[in-house]
């Protein structure tokens, strides 16, 4: 399952999205959107996790929690529309 999380601080990085949602289970991939530019991150990141019962269970219990001071939103992310 795709999961996408948003209000993230600037300081958080893959690696501590990888830590913080592996202990609800295995994460195949962690990836913090950057500014391509700044290469600052722009407060959203996408978490693929195999197993769509762990994932279910780390959206439930992690959306609306507090993460490095802000207020996190995580929600099963929805495929890219076409924008034509």
Not at 5 to 21: I, R
Not at 33 to 41: A, G, L, P
Not at 58 to 63: C, D, F, M, Q, S
Request: glycine content about 4%; cysteine-free.
């Amino acid at each position: 399952m795709n999961i996408y999380v948003s209000n993230l601080s600037a300081v958080v990085n893959s690696e501590d999205l990888t830590k913080h949602f592996s202990t609800y289970g295995q994460v195949a991939s962690a990836n913090v959107i950057t500014d391509k530019y700044t290469r600052q991150s722009r407060g959203f990141a996408f978490i693929e996790m195999p197993n769509d019962t762990e994932a279910q269970k780390a959206i439930t219990e992690l959306n609306g929690t507090l993460y490095e001071g802000r207020s996190i939103v995580v929600n099963e992310a929805k495929p890219k529309k076409d924008r034509y």
